[in-house]
């Protein structure tokens, strides 16, 4: 990792991994998602993670994806544009011991170029400057990204606008904490 890039930690909160904390690159944009908030949407995903493909497309910090496989997702695609973030990443999954993760080096949009797979969870955590959430949501919708009854959590800060969300999206549970407005949604078919 290059020697100008700092660290933070986080801990992982529930499953095989509980209390295993891991390291993450402290750069603009890459805020791991707070403790409360985890809780709360594993609480959500309580009944579909255990065997879940999921899609971490921000992945930063990779709060989100490594707390899936550690409640029991089958696997978990992180896709992350910055090379010391990914350095990390790909340390914290050797670090645990999983080959459940796939780290992909590049944009999130170059990434939904490519030929789609379909996921039963995405997480969809956009750095909150770029007010992109709507675009994805339909980049998702429409290529084929979405397995039937896919979940969809979503991160935006507080007060920025509601996405319009897809036509066979249903908005399950919304919350708000600190700076941070959240929610799941849920793909009817």
């Not at 030929?115 to 709507?134: H, R």
């Not at 959590?153 to 908005?171: F, I, V």
Request: net charge positive.
């Amino acid at each position: 990792m290059a020697h100008n890039s700092k660290t933070g930690q986080l801990r992982i909160i529930g499953g095989s991994w509980r209390g295993r904390k891991i390291n993450f690159v402290t750069e603009p944009g890459v805020r791991p998602t707070p403790d409360r908030i985890r809780e709360t949407l594993f609480n959500w995903l309580q009944t579909s993670v255990a065997g879940a493909r999921c899609l971490d497309l921000f992945s930063g910090s990779g709060a989100l994806g490594f707390e899936a496989l550690s409640r029991g997702a089958n696997e978990v695609v992180m896709v992350e544009q910055s090379s010391a973030v990914t350095q990390q990443l790909r340390a914290n999954a050797t670090l645990l011991k999983t080959d459940c993760v796939q780290v992909e080096q590049c944009s999130a949009n170059h990434y939904l170029k490519r030929p789609s797979q379909p996921f039963d969870i995405i997480f969809l955590d956009p750095p909150f400057e770029t007010d992109s959430l709507e675009s994805y949501c339909l980049q998702l919708a429409s290529n084929g990204w979405l397995a039937s009854n896919a979940q969809i959590y979503m991160e935006r800060a507080k007060g920025s606008p509601t996405p319009q969300l897809p036509a066979d999206w249903q908005l399950h549970r919304e919350k708000q904490s600190g700076k941070v407005c959240y929610a799941l949604a849920t793909r009817n078919n």
